[in-house]
């Protein structure tokens, strides 16, 4: 890793293995665009983090601290509660509501 935390594509391996192979599969994306457009692939796995942990934090304020939906988007940073609902629906693939329901159940 470079000193502001990011890694150096051309730098990094892991076990032998080029770590591009494996970044491409992680994020699913093409190895020419880990090759060719270092810029635009950082920013992609800068954007699926933040919003990783973001999510999974929404995921554990729910279930283990039992706050509402509203209360969860906004110390997730949300800026509505209907915003948080879709994006939490488009990541997890069901409502926020359902993650609720089942951990309660």
């Known amino acids: 890793?470079?000193?502001?935390?990011?890694?150096?594509?051309?730098?990094s391996s892991r076990n032998g293995m080029f770590?591009?192979?494996y970044l491409s599969r992680q994020y699913q994306l093409h190895i020419s665009m880990l090759l060719y457009f270092p810029k635009i692939f950082l920013e992609i796995c800068q954007n699926r983090h933040a919003l990783s942990v973001r999510?999974?934090?929404a995921r554990r304020l729910m279930t283990e601290d039992r706050l509402s939906?509203?209360?969860?988007?906004?110390r997730t940073?949300?800026?509505?509660?209907?915003?948080?609902s879709a994006a939490y629906r488009a990541f997890y693939?069901?409502?926020p509501s359902q993650s609720r329901n089942t951990k309660r159940a």
Do not use: C, L, T, W
Not at 1 to 11: E, H, L, P, Q, V
């Open 77 to 84: 940073g949300f800026s509505s509660q209907a915003y948080f």
């Open 55 to 57: 999510m999974r934090e």
């Open 69 to 74: 939906i509203k209360e969860v988007a906004a």
């Open 1 to 11: 890793m470079s000193r502001n935390g990011m890694f150096n594509i051309a730098d």
């Open 19 to 21: 770590y591009i192979v």
């Open 93 to 95: 693939g069901h409502p």
